[in-house]
T-cell receptor, first 111, second 113 residues
Framework: QKEVEQDPGPLSVPEGAIVSLNCTYS??????FMWYRQYSRKGPELLMYTYSSGNKEDGRFTAQVDKSSKYISLFIRDSQPSDSATYLCAMKIQGAQKLVFGQGTRLTINP | DTAVSQTPKYLVTQMGNDKSIKCEQN?????MYWYKQDSKKFLKIMFSYNNKELIINETVPNRFSPKSPDKAHLNLHINSLELGDSAVYFC??????FGYGYTFGSGTRLTVV
C-alpha cells in the first residue's frame, strides 16, 4: 500500500464547476500538506500548503486537511480551462527532508 | 531568470550508455533533490543534498550517482542505462523554514531505446 493514495482520474468537468480533488494517507506523522499543479511537459509548481489540520483559502482555491480521517482535499471554485493540469498532493513529516507525493489527478476543464 | 534549470530537456540514448543530467538553482536554497516521475505521473524521491552533503539516498540502483560540486548545483550521472530508466527526472530545491515548498525544474525526459 502506498503511503499517499490519490485517484489518478482523469477528471473532466465543465467550465465554472466546483472541482474537488482528494488524497488519503496512512502515516499519521505527516504534518505538512501541499498541493502542486503540473502542466503538461512542465515541472510541478506549489499551489497551496497547510500545516496540520484546518482550511486554507487562496482566491478560487481552498485546501482542507482532516488529520483524524487522514484525508486532504483541494477545492477549485469557478473552474477555468487554464486550471486543466495534473494536481499532485504531497506530504511531509516535521523535520524530514523528503516530500511524499500522491500519484496525481489529471483534470480537464471543458469550455 | 529560471529558478531551477535542468539540462538537457530531452535525452534519447541506447541501452548500456552512460549519461549525465545537470541541475542548477539560483534561489540560494541549501537543499536540492532529484525526483523520478514514471509514466503514471508518480513522483518518487531519489536523492537529496544539503549544502553539498548527501542526506537522502532512497533505494536507487547504484548505477545512479549524484554529485554536488556546490550548493547551487546537483548533477545526476547514470551508468549502463536500462529500458526501465526511461522517465522524467526532476531536480528541485528547497529553502529553509516552514512552508517553503519545493521549486522544481522543468524536467529531463529520458528515453532509453
Amino acid at each position: 500500500q502506498k503511503e499517499v493514495e490519490q485517484d489518478p482520474g482523469p477528471l473532466s468537468v465543465p467550465e465554472g464547476a466546483i472541482v474537488s480533488l482528494n488524497c488519503t494517507y496512512s502515516n499519521s506523522a505527516f504534518q505538512y500538506f501541499m498541493w502542486y499543479r503540473q502542466y503538461s511537459r512542465k515541472g510541478p509548481e506549489l499551489l497551496m500548503y497547510t500545516y496540520s489540520s484546518g482550511n486554507k483559502e487562496d482566491g478560487r482555491f481552498t485546501a482542507q486537511v482532516d488529520k483524524s480521517s487522514k484525508y486532504i482535499s483541494l477545492f477549485i471554485r469557478d473552474s477555468q480551462p487554464s486550471d486543466s493540469a495534473t494536481y499532485l498532493c504531497a506530504m511531509k513529516i516535521q523535520g524530514a527532508q523528503k516530500l511524499v507525493f500522491g500519484q496525481g489527478t489529471r483534470l480537464t476543464i471543458n469550455p | 531568470d529560471t529558478a531551477v534549470s535542468q539540462t538537457p530537456k530531452y535525452l534519447v540514448t541506447q541501452m548500456g550508455n552512460d549519461k549525465s543530467i545537470k541541475c542548477e538553482q539560483n534561489l540560494g536554497h541549501d537543499t536540492m533533490y532529484w525526483y523520478k516521475q514514471d509514466s503514471k505521473k508518480f513522483l518518487k524521491i531519489m536523492f537529496s543534498y544539503n549544502n553539498k552533503e548527501l542526506i537522502i539516498n532512497e533505494t536507487v540502483p547504484n548505477r545512479f550517482s549524484p554529485k554536488s560540486p556546490d550548493k547551487a548545483h546537483l548533477n545526476l550521472h547514470i551508468n549502463s542505462l536500462e529500458l526501465g530508466d526511461s522517465a522524467v527526472y526532476f531536480c528541485a530545491s528547497r529553502g529553509e523554514g516552514f512552508g517553503y515548498g519545493y521549486t522544481f525544474g522543468s524536467g529531463t525526459r529520458l528515453t532509453v531505446v
